[in-house]
């Protein structure tokens, strides 16, 4: 039954987290960064802001509160930050993708520490509110060459 539900959950909330508005552009980041923390305040605001070539989730909706930004992939969002001083494992409320253009711009986020569980794709430029289905439900991601859809 675990299995269905997973299936299930991975069909039905892969399309509200990719809804991104026609205009956002393609962009990418290659994958192996280092990870830092953007403390309460985090990143500028995503529209038309320069791209800085990594992945951000914030805590709470509207990019509020604590936020993370990666670089590279990170399978465990327990210790997210240069000092790994932060914990947003299951925590993620908001998002952007504000990786460089190129390949690898796309980044998978997954349900599970290790890249595991359900999984949906976040396309690069794009940036929200992280759909009720998946808020404080990821765990870790990868940039990819493409959402695959």
């Known amino acids: 039954m675990r299995k269905f539900r997973t299936l299930l959950l991975a069909g039905a909330l892969a399309v509200p987290l990719l809804a991104v508005p ?9 994958p192996g960064g280092a990870s830092t923390t ?3 305040s ?20 509207n990019r509020g509160g604590h936020s993370c930004g990666w670089s590279g992939d990170d399978s465990d969002w327990r210790t997210c930050g240069a000092g790994g001083n932060f914990n947003m494992n299951d925590r993620a409320s908001s998002w952007w993708n504000n990786g460089y253009a190129g390949s690898f711009g796309d980044v998978r986020v997954y349900e599970n520490i290790g890249y595991g569980g359900a999984s949906t794709c976040a396309p690069n ?8 289905e998946w808020n404080d439900r990821i ?9 695959g859809f």
Do not use: L, Q
Request: hydrophobic share 40%; charged share 10%.
């Open 22 to 30: 026609a205009t956002m552009t393609s962009a990418g980041a290659a």
């Open 38 to 40: 953007a403390g309460a």
């Open 42 to 61: 985090g990143a500028a605001e995503p529209s038309g802001a320069a791209a800085d070539g990594n992945y951000w989730v914030w805590e709470d909706t």
């Open 125 to 132: 430029g794009g940036s929200g509110n992280i759909p009720w």
């Open 139 to 147: 765990s870790s991601h990868k940039w990819v060459t493409n959402c």
